[in-house]
């Protein structure tokens, strides 16, 4: 009797320490998709809040090649202008902020990012804001897979679904034309290099500040830029040379958004987010230069925000915990 009391107060016990390691572990397993999904949204609220400098900034550079100012020098004094405004920032913590272990980087994302900048510019400049950033916004399309040959960043199936759905989106948004110009190549060749850029910033942040990373894009940026001025440079008049400030300065603040939007989260899972400039660049088509919207309009947007929500949606726990998690690399970015 007495062993039978036994056994069922051993069984008791241990019921009681399995169900109570087993919710320990269930706590701990929702626990870790929970934070990730933190560090995705608050990623996502930077990449939004880039695209909407970087529209800003595309429509000053509309506005400014209307008036005359020629592409290499917008490209020239745009990243002069953001030099001059991030080093104040970067030289408080000393010089030591200047030093880096991977310059070579640095110079692949300048170089990619001002041959990215140049397509864009003259593109801009010669079709209408909703086509230029259309074109703009194929750099998504080839992030996640040069994120996944380079940095290892296997992105999630909903990932991989919402990248074709938001770029539908877009095409709903804009409905371009059929005829495919050599400008509208050019933009396109800009897409290909901004993706190739944004990606190097989501390798450069593993080890580099914020502030470093934008200062050096555009101190080599405004190098690179200085040499077609040779044969291109024209002095802007002062009603021009607000408009070009107004343009570095949109274009730093949305780099520096940009980057740390790239180093708080995974570049498949937020590349989705960056169709949001789209949004910003018909409103501001709409309100300087008469592009209404219409019925294609919303329903680009609809789906340019359900893709949103398909790079929020929660990996499995196998996905959490394999080797090539996003959630790994977003914690140690």
């Known amino acids: 009797m007495r062993a039978a009391k036994k056994g069922v107060l051993g069984r008791k016990l241990e019921q009681k320490f399995v169900g109570h390691h087993c919710a320990e572990r269930l706590s701990y397993r929702t626990d870790i998709p929970f934070s990730a999904d ?50 104040p920032f970067l030289l408080k913590g000393g010089i030591e902020n ?9 110079l692949l994302r300048a170089l990619m ?25 194929t750099a998504p399309i080839f992030m996640p897979v040069i994120a996944w040959l380079w940095l290892s960043e296997r992105p999630s199936r909903y990932a991989v679904l919402a990248v074709p759905i938001g770029f539908f989106g877009v095409i709903l948004v804009l409905r371009p034309g059929g005829e495919f110009t050599w400008v509208a190549l050019i933009g396109l060749a800009g897409g290909a290099f901004a993706a190739l850029a944004k990606v190097t910033v989501r390798r450069l942040t593993r080890s580099e500040p914020t502030a470093r990373v934008v200062f050096f894009f555009a101190m080599f940026g405004t190098l690179f830029s200085s040499v077609p001025l040779v044969w291109a440079w024209r002095a802007p008049t002062i009603e021009q040379w607000a408009m070009v400030f107004t343009v570095g300065l949109f274009g730093t603040l949305g780099q520096i958004l940009l980057t740390r939007g790239y180093a708080t989260a995974t570049t498949a899972r937020v590349a989705p987010f960056t169709y949001f400039s789209v949004i910003f660049g018909a409103a501001y088509g709409y309100l300087f230069w008469d592009e209404l919207l219409d019925l294609f309009f919303l329903a680009g947007a609809l789906l340019i925000a359900f893709a949103g929500g398909l790079a929020l949606h929660r990996r499995s726990d196998s996905a959490i915990d394999g080797p090539f998690s996003t959630n790994r690399l977003a914690t140690h970015g």
């Open 38 to 87: 933190n560090q995705l949204i608050k990623g996502a609220l930077f990449i939004i809040a880039s695209e909407l400098m970087f529209a800003s900034m595309g429509a000053t550079v509309k506005a400014a090649a209307f008036s005359g100012v020629p592409t290499e020098v917008l490209v020239f004094l745009r990243n002069l202008v953001g030099t001059f405004l991030i080093l």
């Open 113 to 137: 990012g001002v041959s990215a900048m140049y397509c864009f510019f003259f593109a801009l400049g010669r079709l209408a804001l909703a086509d230029g950033m259309l074109l703009k916004m």
């Open 98 to 106: 200047l030093r880096s272990d991977v310059p070579h980087l640095h």
